[in-house]
């Protein structure tokens, strides 16, 4: 495994695969790798090699109330983790690296950034735009991987691949949740003993709503109703947002007659924490994948 942390060396590597005709593929990380990050690895070794993991903190998608700083770095145990799945390439830049003296260029993706997310963290997915177009460009990855628990992300990464005609195409792979339903999440860390065991709360919700879809409810209204019904069970848990989406615009739905998601955020203890669930009409019943 080869840990590159300059952008002109990222460039060599990438352009010689390129040469070889090699299908090179990318998994974007922050780091502070989990089984989540590792199925992302597992299904880009599928399809693609030689495979490019990034680990970026990027600054530019943190509100100033945020946790920049304190986001969980764990550099060595990624490395190892890394090695342990035969990993060809590790992208691991400096700030400076991807945003050097001078640097004044962002990307925005209009009406999907503002929803859902953007409303509670304004700015932040033109951080997150900015910088996977940054690497789109340095590694130039035929196939792109992201985890279905940042769906907002990865269907405005998808829009901005289409509206830009980026050669990369997106993959999007299902949420991996712990034993007990939590969704994992790199954020997980922050949680104190009790939040964590209240933090289930959140995949108890979303399974209490696929359970009532099953069945046959169709009220918007009701499954909301009944989702937010979990939640306050956990007086430690408060909800931000719980909403039913299309999974296309990402606008609020009156009917389940399309794809969409159940989505949520909600603040456990100190730590904010999002998770959906995916809806797919199957003739005259639903897919619901939580």
């Known amino acids: 495994m080869e840990w ?18 090699r299908l ?19 299904a880009a070794q599928r399809e693609c090699s030689p495979v490019v993991v990034s680990i970026f903190v990027n ?9 920049f700083h304190k986001y969980p770095r764990r550099l060595d145990a990624d490395r190892a983790a890394l090695e342990t799945l035969q990993v060809d390439y590790v992208f691991a830049p400096p700030a400076d690296g991807m945003y050097p003296a001078g640097f004044g260029t962002w990307v925005n993706v209009d009406g999907l ?14 951080g997150v735009a900015t910088v996977v177009l940054k690497l789109f460009e340095i590694v130039q990855p035929r196939f792109a991987f992201f985890g279905r628990k940042d769906a907002q992300q990865a269907r405005i990464i998808r829009q901005m691949a289409r509206d830009l005609d980026l050669a990369t195409d997106i993959v999007v792979c299902p949420i991996v949740r712990e034993a007990d339903g939590l969704a994992m999440s790199s954020r997980n860390a922050y ?14 919700s979303l399974e209490r709503a696929r359970r009532e879809i099953i069945s046959g409810e169709g009220d918007i209204v009701r499954l909301i109703a009944a ?17 039913i ?46």
């Open 4 to 21: 590159i942390h300059t952008v002109a060396w990222m460039k060599q590597v990438a352009a010689e695969a390129q040469r070889n005709g």
């Open 24 to 42: 090179l593929g990318l998994v974007p990380t922050m780091g502070a790798l989990h089984e989540g990050h590792f199925s992302l690895v597992r």
């Open 59 to 67: 600054p530019v998608q943190f509100g100033p109330s945020e946790d």
């Open 113 to 126: 950034s503002e929803r859902l997310e953007g409303r509670s963290r304004p700015g932040h997915f033109r």
């Open 191 to 204: 949680l104190s003993a009790t939040d964590r065991r209240a933090a289930t709360v959140l995949s108890r």
């Open 227 to 243: 989702l937010r019904s979990v939640i306050e069970t956990e007086p430690g848990v408060a909800l931000e947002y719980a909403e």
């Open 245 to 290: 989406v299309d999974a296309d615009t990402l606008e609020p739905v009156m009917t389940l007659r399309k794809p969409c998601y159940i989505v949520l955020a909600a603040r456990v203890g100190n730590t904010r924490l999002i998770d959906n669930a995916l809806v797919e009409p199957d003739g005259e019943s639903f897919i619901v994948s939580v």
